[in-house]
């Protein structure tokens, strides 16, 4: 098993490379070069036969509802080699495997629903979705000052109110803290406890018992037309997640490992720098996820660090 998304990572890129480009042209998937796709697999046997010599070897495999197949049995303890193995046999099968909890397909979309949906995920901007129903609440001097002690200490309250003025907003407050701390690698170390449960896998789930999905795509931003998210606004949420995790792995090489209702698990391939690349995508998962349990400057400092995340948003 890999002890670490890196090792994962480090594996699946490897098997990518491994694999000759048809006619020497080969496609990008999730950072890694890999064989022209091939259509989905249609039958069982033929996926079995695809996924010999992996870990996912002797699992049953079984047709299930929107031309999916379910693979059962899996350890959730080995969650990461058996996508893995699934991913690298991708170019063969034609599907994209991603993990839910059993008994989680509820819908099968037709054909002209995956085209819309694809249509709406490479046109539709998602973060205004998102973010349309959250409030910027203004910050007086009793609340910048106890958010200040809280994470910064006594003596960076008179700067704070020196360089943001009052009133401000809760987003400003929070940016000025995440500026500070990249300017002053003193006070970040002393911080560090509270964003160090956001890298890596530690956030992630394990359950029981899960399955499988191997979707009939290789374009994982399309998962939404099987799964369900429950951070998914009304009216075009199901767009923009779909949108959002189309960027997400244009920019950084993110893959959806895992859909359990209320929770994604993604590995990414390329961190963001430091500063606004990484305020502006913690800004984005915490859009999508919105039940995290961390400051956006918390979030932004792990992403810069952490080969995978955790996206949360609870009823």
Request: aromatic fraction near 10%; glycine fraction near 8%.
């Amino acid at each position: 098993m890999f002890s670490t998304a890196r090792e994962f990572l480090r594996a699946d890129r490897f098997a990518g490379d491994a694999a000759q480009p048809v006619g020497g042209r080969g496609l990008s998937v999730v950072g890694a070069t890999v064989r022209a796709m091939a259509a989905p697999m249609r039958r069982a046997k033929h996926i079995a036969a695809a996924l010999r010599g992996t870990y996912l070897q002797g699992h049953v495999i079984r047709p299930d509802i929107g031309e999916t197949f379910v693979v059962s049995g899996i350890d959730p303890a080995h969650l990461l080699e058996a996508w893995q193995a699934a991913h690298a046999a991708m170019p063969v099968t034609g599907r994209w495997p991603v993990f839910t909890l059993p008994g989680e397909l509820h819908h099968g979309p037709s054909a002209a629903e995956i085209a819309e949906l694809r249509r709406e995920a490479q046109t539709l901007d998602p973060w205004p979705v998102f973010t349309r129903h959250r409030v910027d609440e203004p910050q007086h001097q009793a609340d910048v000052e106890r958010y200040v002690r809280a994470f910064l200490g006594d003596e960076m309250v008179t700067p704070a109110m020196e360089q943001l003025g009052l009133p401000t907003t809760a987003k400003a407050l929070a940016r000025w803290t995440y500026d500070t701390l990249l300017a002053n690698p003193h006070l970040a170390a002393r911080v560090v406890r509270g964003y160090e449960h956001l890298i890596g896998t530690r956030q992630w789930h394990t359950f029981s018992e899960v399955q499988l999905v191997l979707l009939p795509t290789t374009s994982q931003w399309l998962a939404p037309a099987w799964l369900q998210y429950h951070g998914t606004p009304s009216g075009n949420g199901v767009a923009a997640w779909a949108a959002a995790m189309r960027q997400w792995e244009q920019r950084w090489g993110a893959a959806l490992i895992a859909a359990w209702g209320t929770m994604l698990q993604f590995t990414a391939q390329r961190q963001p720098s430091p500063g606004p690349q990484a305020w502006e995508l913690a800004g984005q998962l915490m859009a999508v996820g919105g039940s995290l349990q961390c400051q956006q400057w918390q979030l932004a400092i792990a992403l810069t660090r952490s080969d995978a995340w955790f996206l949360h948003d609870r009823p």
